[in-house]
């Protein structure tokens, strides 16, 4: 069964830190990897599309990594902001279908 | 701008009546899904099509029913069949090759009263 995986659950880290989210999946046959934000109560934001041709994205603050062959992926964010508390979803897309993580819910504090 | 529109944002249903979800695309995507995320559980999905005319069974199908008439819309109805519909609903879209990302929409809270 081709399943994700986010660990930790949930993260509080000081304002400032540099951190890093983790995504793990059991099938290294995919398509690419997708990191999205959800804010409570609202849709998902794509922060970062990563094709299984590539090795890593970046965007402003935030880089995602991609290594296929051990079935992981990382976030990383730096220089933490207040704004960027939010639960975090990695999603993997194995087919035609997107399969989800549970997500890594974020606690930045002033 | 292009992207996707889910309404109601709320929605409350009687128990034993059918209700209705629109989810509307102006991204010329093909395919469109529908995915129901409950506390604790992540996003699981409900339906998906990848062409006008035509839909899937996803993980979670019961209770439930679309129609894709068209490209731009994928209705979702829950059926009075579906036990426990308090859930959010989320519809995505993207493009028809499997290297595309997906796009959501802000969801819609569905409540049984």
């Known amino acids: ?110 | 701008d292009g992207g996707i529109t889910q309404s109601p944002k709320y929605l409350f249903r009687k128990e034993g009546q059918n209700v209705t979800l629109s989810c509307e695309q102006n991204l010329n995507h093909d395919a469109m899904y529908w995915y129901r995320q409950d506390p604790g559980q992540g996003l699981r999905l409900i339906y998906y099509s990848q062409i006008v005319n035509d839909f899937q069974k996803g993980d979670i199908a019961e209770g439930y029913s679309v129609s894709r008439e068209k490209k731009e819309s994928f209705p979702l109805t829950v059926t009075s069949a579906q036990k426990n519909p308090t859930a959010f609903y989320l519809c995505a879209s993207s493009g028809g090759r499997w290297d595309y990302g997906y796009t959501f929409g802000s969801g819609t809270r569905l409540t049984v009263v």
């Not at chain 1, 000081?14 to 793990?24: A, K, Q, R, T």
């Not at chain 1, 934000?37 to 402003?60: A, F, V, Y």
């Not at chain 1, 976030?75 to 997500?103: H, M, N, W």
């Open chain 1, 1 to 110: 069964k081709q399943e994700v995986t986010q660990i930790p659950a949930a993260l509080s880290v000081p304002e400032g830190e540099n951190l890093v989210l983790n995504c793990s999946f059991t099938d290294s046959a995919i398509y690419n990897l997708q990191w999205f934000r959800q804010d409570p109560g609202k849709g998902l934001t794509s922060l970062l599309l990563i094709q299984s041709s590539q090795r890593e994205q970046t965007s402003g603050r935030l880089n995602a990594s991609l290594d296929k062959s051990s079935g992981r992926s990382t976030l990383y964010i730096a220089a933490s902001q207040p704004g960027d508390s939010a639960t975090y979803l990695c999603a993997v897309r194995f087919s035609e279908k997107l399969v989800f993580g549970k997500g890594t819910k974020l606690t930045v504090n002033p």
